[in-house]
Nanobody, 122 residues
């Protein structure tokens, strides 16, 4: 099994920045791609960004140019740097991981963190 623990959420004003972090433990060898989903009240779950073990990234159109996903394979961590935050970015953000090399929004990753709240005030 793989355990994922997120940190770094909080309250920020529009235009501000936050950095989310996720630490993986357990059966690390099972992990291929990692990423972040988010879910806002009354909205569908949205895949925000993914990153492969080699560092290839993919982003939702809604966050391109504002968010940056990064990964440290030696430390088994993944980060999401969020800049120019907007009120529509308010959601619970979930770290995830999967044995697959990569995944898209139509796929539900195998491993999930407990989520961290991000609230952006206008």
């Amino acid at each position: 099994q793989v355990q994922l623990v997120e940190s770094g959420g909080g309250l920020v004003q529009a235009g501000g920045s936050l950095r989310l972090s996720c630490a993986a433990s357990g059966s690390i060898f099972r992990i291929g791609a990692m990423g972040w989903y988010r879910q806002a009240p009354g909205k569908q779950r949205e895949l925000v960004a993914t990153i492969t073990r080699s560092g290839d990234t993919n982003y939702a159109d809604s966050v391109k140019g504002r968010f940056t996903i990064s990964r440290d394979n030696a430390k088994n961590t993944v980060h999401l740097q969020m800049d120019s935050l907007e009120p529509d970015d308010t959601a619970v953000y979930y770290c995830n991981a999967d044995p697959r090399w990569s995944y898209s929004g139509s796929y539900s990753p195998t491993y999930w963190g407990q989520g961290t709240q991000v609230t952006v005030s206008s």
